[in-house]
Structures are given as C-alpha cells and as structure tokens.
C-alpha cells in the first residue's frame, strides 16, 4: 500500500494531463468527424467515435497495468520484446491481412491489430537497452553498426509490409544518436543530403553541379590561407557531385510509382488534384476555411461531409483546423510542443542512462509522428500515411503510444529507486 | 564510463523541436488567416445553388375553363462518377432501353461531365415512374429529378397555345435568366407570354457531401431566394366554340376566326388540320413533331394566321364602302351586267340586271364592283389615276389589311395590298383602273389572312371601327394592362353611315329570297353574311364566308375559308351559321345540317380525285 501511493506521488502528472488532454481532443475530433446528425448515445460500437471511446479504456487499463509492474521488467526483457516483436513482423509477411495497400495488419474475427504500431516501443526499448551496457562507446564502429543495426532491422520488415510511412519512423531515432554522442557531422551530411535531394528534383542536375562547383571556387578563394582545408572541400563536393548524379537514378529506380507521384506533388513538380494531390488539397482547403476562430464545433462541413479522406485517422489534423481555426490547432501544436520538451526535460532527469535513452527514443518517435503527420495536412511534407500519435483513431495507434510513453513515465516513477 | 558528457545536445533538440513548431504555426497563419482562396475553394465545395422552379402560369379560356395545366413528369438523372457496378440490364428493363443505348447514354453524360448529374432519360411519365422509383435505391449514381409538363384537357387549339421545350443555346445568349435544361416557351401563347408564365425561380442553397448527396439547408436558408409562381392567363378564347369550329373543321382544310368585335377579343382561332397539343409533350414530343411536319397537309402550319388568300367577292363590300365615302357611289347607283360577255370582268352569276348596291352585293355582281372600282380610281376629285389609286389604298389599308396587327397572335402574316409603287415598277408607271381591274373584285395581287377577313366582318358589325384581335383577356397578378395596344380602338376612313347599306345588304345575304345563303337562316338571330370564292389556280376553288350576329349589337364577327370546298355557300356559310348558333344559342337546333358538316370529307375525296 505505501509503495503504491510511492509510485503514484511520483508520476509526472504534467504528462499524464498532457496525455489525457490529446487522447480527449482525439476523441472530440472522431466524433465530429464519424457522427450523423442524430447522435443517441456515445456508446454506440458500430461507429469510429464509439469504437474509439473502448479503445480508450483500454489503453488506459494498459497504462495502469504498466504502472502496476516493475520498472525493472522493461528493461531486463528489452531484448526478448525486441526480438519477438521481429518474428511477429516476419510473422505479418507471411499470415498478415492486407489494409489500403499494406500488408501489415493481423485480423482476428472483427479486430485487427497492426504490429508495426508496437514494434516503435519494442526497438526504443532495445536501443535503450544496448546503449546502457556498460563498456559501450558510441565511439568505436561497432558500436555504430549495432546501433543502426537494431533499427534497421525493424524498418526493413516494415518497408516488406509495404508501410514506407512506418518504416521512416526509424529514421527519428538518429535523435537519440545524436543526444547519445553520435557524430553532429553525420547529422549535418544528412541534412545536406536531403536538401540536394530536393534541389535535384527541382532543377535538373546539371544546374545543381554548376552550382557545387561555383560555391566551392569561393569557398576556396575565401580559404585561400588555410591550404590544409583544400582537400577535403575538394573531397566534400566530389562526393555531394556524385551523390547528386545518383539522386535521379534512385529516384526513378527505387522508388514506387506512388511515392515518387506523391514526393513530385509536395515539390510542386506535378499538380495532381484528382490522385495523390487530392488528399493534401482538400485537407488544405478544410484546414484554410476554419480561419481564425474556426467554424465550431460539429460544424466543419469539409469534413462532416467527408470532402477529406481519413479524416478521422491520418487527416484528422483538418477536423480540427477547420472546426477551431487558428487558435485551436494553434494551442494543439503548443501542447504537443510542450509535451516533447516535458519528455525531454524528464529524461535529462534520470539516474539510469536506459531510461534516458528510452525517453529520447519516446520523444523522437512523438516527435517524427508529429512533423510529418500535420506537415502532410498543411502541404510541408510528403503524404506518409501516419497517424498523429493520440489523436487519430485506431486501437492499435492509441495503445502503441500509450504503452510507449507510460513505460518511460514507469521509469520516472521509479528514477529515485535507481543507484 | 569514460562518455563524454552531451548533455548540452538536448538545447539543440528542443531547438529543433520548437523551430517545428514555430514553421507549423506559421504556416497555419497563412493557410488560415491571410489566404482567403481556401474559404472560397470550401465553400464551392460543398454548397450547391439549385434552382428552384416556380409552377407555370395556367392557361384558361374566356369562361374560366382550363386549357392548359401543369403535370409533374420525371427526369432520371445520372451522375457517371458514382455509377459503380451497375446492373445494366436492370436499367435497361426499367426505363426500356436497349444496351447499346445504354452505353451511348451514359458516354455522352461522361462527356458532359464526371461529376455533375446529367439527363438519362427525359420526362418519364407518371405511369412509368413507379417501378422505377421502386428499384431506384439499388441504383446508386441514379435519381429522379422532378419537371412539369404541360397537358390539355381539351385537345383543341394546339397551334395557338404553342408549346415549351428545352431552351437551345441561343436562346440562353440571348437572356441569361436560362440555364441549359431549362424550359421555354418555343411558339404560340407559351412564346409570347413566356415571361409572365414562367415567374421567377428561386435560389436554394444546399450542403452537399462528398457524394453529392444534399446534407441540409446552408444558413438554414436564409441566402435562398424564393420561387416566384408563373402568372396565370386567361385567354379570350371560349373552348366550347373552339372545340365545336374544329369539330366542324373536320377533314377539311381551312380556317375559321371568331372575333368579339366589341373589343377585338379572338373567340376562336382555328386551323385544320390541326393537332392534338397533348401530342408535343413528354417523351414523344420530337417523334409526333417530326411526324406532324412531314405531313403532307402541313397541319403545324397555322392557316388562320398565316394562310394568305385573295379574299375574293368579300372584298366587294371594301370597294363599296370606299365608293360610298368617296361619294362616287349610292345605293341607288345602277350598273348594268351583261353576264358572261361583261367586259372587261365577266359575271359569273345568272341575275337581274341593271343591280342597284345591294342588289349587287346580294349576288356579287363582278361588273358592278369594277365600275365602282373605276370610279374611285378616276374620281375627278384627285385629278389623275394614281392619286385616286393611292385614295383608296389609305382607305383599305385603314382596314387593317396589307400588315400585322402585331398582337399576341402567333406566327401572323400581314398580307399584301399593293401600293403606287409596286405597280409603277411593274408597269413602268404606265397604268390605269383597267390595268389593274382584278383588285376590284378581289383577285389579283390582293392577299388577305383570314383574321384580316374576320376582322373586316368586325368592322362592318361595328359600323367603321374596330379593336385589334388579340388572345390575352387578363393577366393574374398584373394590374396594369399590359398590352395597352390591344384595346386601343382603330377607326376607318368610312363614315358609319356608309355601312347601312352593306349590313342591309349582308342581312340579305341571308334572308332575301336570292340570298347566296339563305338555306342558313335562323329564326332568333338575325345573321348578316357575305360568300366569297376564291379562284384557285391549283385545284378547286376556296370557299369564303364572312359573317357577323346578330346584326344589331354584335357580339361575333367570323371568316370562315375551306380549301377547296368550291362555292362559297356549300360549306363555308353554314359552317359560319352553326359557329354563330353555337356561340349565341349554345346548341345547334339543325342536327341534319350539323351531321352533313362533320362528316363531311373534302380531303380524302379530293385525294383520290387527284
């Protein structure tokens, strides 16, 4: 009985409230979006919002049961999560059930669970786990490979399932690297990759290489002094010359149809308003017609009428952005905003470099989800069908991130316990 | 542990955290806020204007009786995007068409448009509508679109009610209150009086889902704009005596025109052969319309008003009158005729001579009338020919021959009076009363309607004056008159003293001993008359009658023309005779003559003669 109200006095109530805060809203926002005009009770199962509402008693049953266990359970299972959560996504190749285009869902009777959702927490852990042993150098190469090993591991099954959006969640976890010790500069060579990636599909590459080679001229004249810098200037822009070349034929060799269709219309490239560009035009055209104040509750006719497509899963950013206007998707943003730094501020806190590492890796995944789902809603970012992390319907979603971000709570209950 | 310590890099991150944040924030602002395209792009969207279609005005005849009235009739309307999976063969079966059909249909909807609904099927009877309504919701892409048609209890006056149709793409140019679809009225009263019937259609604003589907009233309706109902109008026509004219009309060509000539109100305006209105509606408007036009005896032409024929021996009472006011001619003016060797116009009727005036319109002396004729060209008066020629042009076109009254009547023409000019360019200006004899007794380049004749008969009822025909009596919800022209009162250049005579002669017509109708006569009406033949080149002869009752305080005036019928008392008097006892008595107390004249077929006879 002491222990329990311990560990209770010790939750960060602050997230707890953010979190109940973005689940409500979610749910607010489902049932604007799935609701006829004649509303009998809220409990109604064959609709999203009633459906919704049991999905989040469970999450919430899932939370208090994470909270009951031990903290140590987490992390001395790290790996056996890790791994189980792998043979189940080789499991979903083989037995899995098909949904919009990806194979990644396993159907049981009436319910269907998405194991990709889960296997978020399971990697977080496992990175957690292995960048906490004891003798481990972010340094060493090996210590490198195993790193990125562990990621790529999940986001290959992933990208087999065909779920590209879930598969680059991985991606955010270069977060953690980051925090971790992992070279800035890899960082910064990732971010220039990506912008030459985009300047390349824009202008034809042949402008891009002028370019390169104008800016290296002055960057060599400014330097004129500093000889010993020449070579690797001359070494980066060989590289960035050849990486440019490659741009197009990956382009047009390794990716799909649709997500190069998708990735033309978000650059402008292609004006598409009836396939891939119909989606992000439509979210743009509810999200723009909610102006300032918005047009009220249960009164955006965008998509009460469902003009926008996935309005209560993916697109459920417009819901919002047209019933609550600017303010509302305004002081959303800031909530989430204030939630990612609360879980940042929360794991700098922690005696237990696991349940540090396992912070940033919840912060990086809310964080990825976050910029990518409203960036897809406003035209900032490719349409990747992810959802907004508690907000967008689905039990698989929901519990996902509700099991993600109450074990790391779990392990701030508990940071005091940790010598 | 040897880690360096990174902790610093958590600044870096929160940083990056909130430089998302900040990007997302303002890009809202600019979607939300500064762009206002989105608004307008949301709201083309979902709200729909649909028009909303007033009903029609009715159409009713002098006595209340309706003679046209709306029907609602239905359009299967299709949107081609939502058309998924669809049983072919169920629509096919439903509405009646084959497959190929089918296909062509909905290809032609696609070329339209994907997403807007476009016709299926047209105008789909009450009858037809209930099995489809039945099966529709299994349908999706299909619905019914509600459009009223015009029917007529009677099926008479087809050619002057006129009809609606889709309006065509000039007509739209032309007033842009059309939208394609819309219907027009293309001819007849439906034509003139379009603006009145039609009202005004009304806007409503609906929401509309992504599947087109309305969802509700924007605002609760308070954009919408009310329809405003088509006004109804009633017509001077009395369908009784229309109906019982066409009835009389039966297999026969011609016309008859009843004017009330107290105020130019058309009592009847009939053509034959006519057709029944009901058979230019609905779905068979354009088969019947092609079959009515390719007939042979032209009945979508309007002879009543559009048929120009020499008038014949009734234009001899308008070279008498003019005489009578020129003071070239009394009544006790006496020609003598010498028959068939009369020169230089030949009498083709056996009687007494010298004629006084009477007399000589009684039996329609032709070398009475061309020496009246030439007296008032070669009145000493006016000095020389043409003076005098274009005297008595003033005077007969003060008739209202020679041009249209311009009124609601549909499809008129104005016949042919001809002037100086026209013969100075055809004779070179060399010619006189003998070159130009045959307008004496009505032959010639003389070309009346047989409103025109109608209305001479009004003129001579009325002693010198006359209203201008016209249908409209009354416009519901219009206070003002309309058409102020319609009962502005026309006079002639004739004194109403000269009419004495003619209307003694006229009444003679019909009770003197040699009157050329005189087998018509009724006891309780006195009937003024007069026949005419009109010589026909092509075939046999016309019949003419003008007639007016009763001769004091007249309340019908009539010309009644039948083609081909020969002398003008074997079929167009009596038939003018039963038209007045019908209007006047209401029932025909001479059923053998009545019989005689329904059954009687003057065009099938004359097919096989030819």
Same mark, same amino acid.
């Given at each position: 009985?002491?222990?329990?109200?311990?560990?209770?006095?010790?939750?960060?109530?602050?997230?707890?409230?953010?979190?109940?805060?973005?689940?409500?809203?979610?749910?607010?926002?489902?049932?604007?979006?799935?609701?006829?005009?004649?509303?009998?009770?809220?409990?109604?199962?064959?609709?999203?919002?009633?459906?919704?509402?049991?999905?989040?008693?469970?999450?919430?049953?899932?939370?208090?049961?994470?909270?009951?266990?031990?903290?140590?359970?987490?992390?001395?299972?790290?790996?056996?999560?890790?791994?189980?959560?792998?043979?189940?996504?080789?499991?979903?190749?083989?037995?899995?059930?098909?949904?919009?285009?990806?194979?990644?869902?396993?159907?049981?009777?009436?319910?269907?669970?998405?194991?990709?959702?889960?296997?978020?927490?399971?990697?977080?852990?496992?990175?957690?786990?292995?960048?906490?042993?004891?003798?481990?150098?972010?340094?060493?190469?090996?210590?490198?490979?195993?790193?990125?090993?562990?990621?790529?591991?999940?986001?290959?099954?992933?990208?087999?399932?065909?779920?590209?959006?879930?598969?680059?969640?991985?991606?955010?976890?270069?977060?953690?690297?980051?925090?971790?010790?992992?070279?800035?500069?890899?960082?910064?060579?990732?971010?220039?990759?990506?912008?030459?990636?985009?300047?390349?599909?824009?202008?034809?590459?042949?402008?891009?290489?002028?370019?390169?080679?104008?800016?290296?001229?002055?960057?060599?004249?400014?330097?004129?002094?500093?000889?010993?810098?020449?070579?690797?200037?001359?070494?980066?822009?060989?590289?960035?010359?050849?990486?440019?070349?490659?741009?197009?034929?990956?382009?047009?060799?390794?990716?799909?149809?649709?997500?190069?269709?998708?990735?033309?219309?978000?650059?402008?490239?292609?004006?598409?308003?009836?396939?891939?560009?119909?989606?992000?035009?439509?979210?743009?055209?509810?999200?723009?017609?909610?102006?300032?104040?918005?047009?009220?509750?249960?009164?955006?006719?965008?998509?009460?009428?469902?003009?926008?497509?996935?309005?209560?899963?993916?697109?459920?950013?417009?819901?919002?952005?047209?019933?609550?206007?600017?303010?509302?998707?305004?002081?959303?943003?800031?909530?989430?905003?204030?939630?990612?730094?609360?879980?940042?501020?929360?794991?700098?806190?922690?005696?237990?470099?696991?349940?540090?590492?396992?912070?940033?890796?919840?912060?990086?995944?809310?964080?990825?989800?976050?910029?990518?789902?409203?960036?897809?809603?406003?035209?900032?970012?490719?349409?990747?069908?992810?959802?907004?992390?508690?907000?967008?319907?689905?039990?698989?979603?929901?519990?996902?991130?509700?099991?993600?971000?109450?074990?790391?709570?779990?392990?701030?209950?508990?940071?005091?316990?940790?010598? | 542990?040897?880690?360096?310590?990174?902790?610093?890099?958590?600044?870096?991150?929160?940083?990056?955290?909130?430089?998302?944040?900040?990007?997302?924030?303002?890009?809202?602002?600019?979607?939300?806020?500064?762009?206002?395209?989105?608004?307008?792009?949301?709201?083309?969207?979902?709200?729909?204007?649909?028009?909303?279609?007033?009903?029609?005005?009715?159409?009713?005849?002098?006595?209340?009786?309706?003679?046209?009235?709306?029907?609602?009739?239905?359009?299967?309307?299709?949107?081609?995007?939502?058309?998924?999976?669809?049983?072919?063969?169920? !629509?096919?079966?439903?509405?009646?068409?084959?497959?190929?059909?089918?296909?062509?249909?909905?290809?032609?909807?696609?070329?339209?448009?994907?997403?807007?609904?476009?016709?299926?099927?047209?105008?789909?009877?009450?009858?037809?509508?209930?099995?489809?309504?039945?099966?529709?919701?299994?349908?999706?892409?299909?619905?019914?679109?509600?459009?009223?048609?015009?029917?007529?209890?009677?099926?008479?006056?087809?050619?002057?009610?006129?009809?609606?149709?889709?309006?065509?793409?000039?007509?739209?140019?032309?007033?842009?209150?059309?939208?394609?679809?819309?219907?027009?009225?293309?001819?007849?009263?439906?034509?003139?009086?379009?603006?009145?019937?039609?009202?005004?259609?009304?806007?409503?604003?609906?929401?509309?889902?992504?599947?087109?589907?309305?969802?509700?009233?924007?605002?609760?309706?308070?954009?919408?704009?009310?329809?405003?109902?088509?006004?109804?109008?009633?017509?001077?026509?009395?369908?009784?005596?229309?109906?019982?004219?066409?009835?009389?009309?039966?297999?026969?060509?011609?016309?008859?025109?009843?004017?009330?000539?107290?105020?130019?109100?058309?009592?009847?305006?009939?053509?034959?052969?006519?057709?029944?209105?009901?058979?230019?509606?609905?779905?068979?408007?354009?088969?019947?319309?092609?079959?009515?036009?390719?007939?042979?005896?032209?009945?979508?032409?309007?002879?009543?008003?559009?048929?120009?024929?020499?008038?014949?021996?009734?234009?001899?009472?308008?070279?008498?009158?003019?005489?009578?006011?020129?003071?070239?001619?009394?009544?006790?003016?006496?020609?003598?005729?010498?028959?068939?060797?009369?020169?230089?116009?030949?009498?083709?009727?056996?009687?007494?001579?010298?004629?006084?005036?009477?007399?000589?319109?009684?039996?329609?002396?032709?070398?009475?009338?061309?020496?009246?004729?030439?007296?008032?060209?070669?009145?000493?008066?006016?000095?020389?020919?043409?003076?005098?020629?274009?005297?008595?042009?003033?005077?007969?076109?003060?008739?209202?021959?020679?041009?249209?009254?311009?009124?609601?009547?549909?499809?008129?023409?104005?016949?042919?009076?001809?002037?100086?000019?026209?013969?100075?360019?055809?004779?070179?200006?060399?010619?006189?009363?003998?070159?130009?004899?045959?307008?004496?007794?009505?032959?010639?380049?003389?070309?009346?309607?047989?409103?025109?004749?109608?209305?001479?008969?009004?003129?001579?009822?009325?002693?010198?004056?006359?209203?201008?025909?016209?249908?409209?009596?009354?416009?519901?919800?219009?206070?003002?008159?309309?058409?102020?022209?319609?009962?502005?009162?026309?006079?002639?250049? !004739?004194?109403?003293?000269?009419?004495?005579?003619?209307?003694?002669?006229?009444?003679?017509?019909?009770?003197?001993?040699?009157?050329?109708?005189?087998?018509?006569?009724?006891?309780?009406?006195?009937?003024?008359?007069?026949?005419?033949?009109?010589?026909?080149?092509?075939?046999?002869?016309?019949?003419?009658?003008?007639?007016?009752?009763?001769?004091?305080?007249?309340?019908?005036?009539?010309?009644?023309?039948?083609?081909?019928?020969?002398?003008?008392?074997?079929?167009?008097?009596?038939?003018?005779?039963?038209?007045?006892?019908?209007?006047?008595?209401?029932?025909?107390?001479?059923?053998?003559?009545?019989?005689?004249?329904?059954?009687?077929?003057?065009?099938?006879?004359?097919?096989?003669?030819?």
């Amino acid at each position: 009985m002491r222990n329990r109200e311990k560990i209770s006095g010790n939750i960060d109530w602050v997230t707890v409230l953010l979190y109940s805060i973005l689940v409500f809203i979610g749910w607010i926002s489902i049932f604007t979006a799935s609701a006829g005009e004649d509303v009998t009770t809220l409990f109604d199962t064959g609709t999203r919002y009633g459906k919704q509402l049991i999905w989040i008693g469970l999450a919430i049953t899932l939370a208090i049961i994470i909270m009951i266990i031990d903290a140590k359970f987490f992390s001395t299972f790290s790996y056996v999560f890790y791994f189980v959560m792998l043979l189940i996504l080789i499991g979903v190749l083989f037995f899995g059930s098909t949904v919009a285009g990806s194979k990644s869902w396993f159907k049981i009777g009436e319910f269907a669970i998405q194991p990709a959702e889960f296997a978020k927490f399971a990697t977080a852990l496992a990175l957690a786990k292995y960048l906490s042993t004891l003798n481990v150098d972010m340094r060493k190469l090996k210590t490198k490979v195993i790193s990125i090993g562990i990621l790529i591991a999940p986001a290959l099954l992933i990208l087999m399932q065909n779920d590209t959006g879930s598969a680059l969640v991985y991606f955010s976890f270069v977060i953690v690297l980051f925090r971790e010790g992992f070279s800035g500069l890899l960082l910064i060579v990732g971010i220039i990759m990506a912008v030459l990636f985009i300047v390349t599909l824009l202008f034809s590459e042949l402008y891009v290489i002028a370019f390169l080679l104008l800016l290296t001229i002055i960057v060599l004249v400014f330097l004129r002094k500093y000889r010993k810098l020449w070579k690797p200037i001359i070494g980066i822009m060989i590289l960035s010359a050849a990486f440019v070349f490659s741009v197009n034929y990956a382009f047009e060799n390794v990716l799909e149809p649709h997500q190069k269709k998708r990735i033309n219309v978000l650059l402008g490239i292609e004006q598409d308003l009836r396939g891939a560009g119909y989606n992000v035009n439509q979210s743009k055209i509810a999200i723009g017609s909610g102006g300032f104040s918005g047009k009220g509750f249960r009164n955006g006719v965008l998509t009460r009428y469902n003009f926008v497509p996935e309005q209560s899963t993916d697109f459920i950013f417009c819901t919002i952005g047209e019933e609550w206007g600017f303010i509302g998707v305004s002081v959303l943003i800031l909530i989430f905003l204030i939630l990612l730094i609360r879980i940042i501020l929360l794991a700098e806190r922690q005696r237990s470099k696991f349940s540090r590492i396992y912070g940033y890796g919840v912060a990086s995944i809310l964080f990825f989800h976050f910029t990518i789902n409203i960036g897809m809603t406003i035209g900032l970012a490719p349409v990747v069908g992810i959802p907004l992390p508690f907000l967008s319907y689905g039990g698989s979603s929901l519990w996902a991130f509700t099991v993600l971000l109450f074990i790391f709570l779990k392990q701030d209950a508990n940071r005091l316990n940790v010598l | 542990m040897y880690s360096k310590d990174y902790s610093f890099r958590k600044n870096i991150i929160i940083g990056v955290f909130i430089l998302i944040a900040i990007t997302f924030i303002i890009r809202l602002f600019y979607l939300q806020i500064i762009n206002d395209s989105y608004k307008l792009s949301a709201d083309n969207i979902v709200l729909r204007k649909v028009r909303e279609y007033p009903p029609r005005g009715l159409i009713y005849d002098r006595n209340g009786k309706l003679l046209v009235f709306n029907e609602a009739a239905y359009d299967l309307m299709v949107i081609p995007r939502q058309l998924k999976n669809v049983d072919t063969s169920l !629509i096919c079966e439903l509405t009646g068409i084959d497959k190929l059909t089918f296909e062509q249909k909905i290809k032609k909807a696609k070329r339209y448009s994907y997403y807007k609904p476009s016709t299926f099927i047209k105008q789909i009877s009450k009858q037809d509508i209930g099995k489809i309504q039945e099966k529709l919701y299994q349908i999706p892409g299909l619905f019914l679109q509600t459009r009223t048609l015009r029917q007529y209890p009677l099926p008479i006056a087809g050619h002057m009610l006129g009809s609606i149709g889709e309006v065509s793409q000039r007509e739209i140019d032309k007033d842009r209150y059309y939208r394609a679809g819309d219907y027009i009225g293309k001819s007849g009263i439906e034509k003139y009086y379009e603006k009145y019937l039609r009202g005004k259609s009304g806007i409503s604003i609906v929401e509309v889902d992504v599947h087109n589907r309305v969802k509700g009233k924007y605002s609760k309706g308070n954009f919408d704009t009310l329809a405003i109902a088509g006004q109804d109008i009633t017509l001077g026509i009395d369908a009784n005596l229309q109906y019982y004219g066409e009835q009389l009309m039966q297999n026969k060509k011609g016309s008859i025109v009843a004017i009330d000539p107290q105020n130019g109100e058309l009592l009847a305006l009939i053509s034959s052969p006519g057709y029944n209105p009901n058979l230019l509606v609905g779905r068979e408007r354009s088969s019947n319309y092609s079959k009515l036009l390719n007939d042979t005896l032209v009945p979508l032409m309007n002879r009543a008003t559009m048929g120009t024929y020499p008038p014949g021996s009734t234009f001899k009472m308008v070279n008498a009158l003019v005489g009578l006011q020129e003071n070239v001619l009394h009544n006790d003016t006496k020609y003598s005729c010498n028959g068939p060797l009369s020169v230089p116009i030949k009498c083709t009727h056996d009687h007494k001579t010298p004629l006084n005036l009477s007399e000589a319109i009684e039996q329609s002396c032709n070398p009475y009338f061309w020496n009246t004729f030439k007296t008032i060209l070669e009145n000493p008066d006016y000095g020389d020919t043409h003076t005098g020629y274009n005297n008595w042009y003033k005077s007969v076109t003060s008739f209202g021959f020679g041009s249209k009254f311009n009124t609601d009547i549909p499809f008129e023409t104005g016949g042919n009076i001809p002037d100086n000019g026209y013969f100075d360019k055809l004779y070179r200006g060399h010619w006189n009363a003998l070159t130009v004899r045959s307008l004496s007794i009505g032959q010639g380049e003389i070309l009346v309607t047989p409103i025109q004749l109608a209305n001479l008969s009004a003129i001579i009822a009325n002693k010198g004056f006359y209203y201008p025909p016209h249908l409209l009596i009354k416009m519901e919800g219009s206070d003002e008159d309309i058409n102020p022209g319609f009962t502005e009162k026309k006079i002639t250049d !004739i004194d109403p003293d000269n009419f004495d005579v003619i209307r003694k002669a006229m009444l003679d017509v019909f009770e003197a001993e040699h009157g050329t109708a005189r087998w018509y006569v009724l006891d309780s009406v006195k009937q003024c008359g007069k026949t005419g033949t009109v010589q026909n080149p092509h075939g046999e002869d016309h019949s003419i009658f003008i007639a007016f009752a009763p001769m004091e305080n007249p309340r019908i005036a009539l010309s009644v023309i039948v083609e081909n019928s020969g002398f003008g008392s074997t079929w167009a008097a009596p038939i003018a005779s039963l038209m007045i006892e019908k209007y006047l008595l209401g029932n025909s107390v001479r059923p053998a003559l009545e019989k005689r004249i329904m059954e009687g077929d003057l065009i099938n006879t004359n097919n096989t003669e030819n």
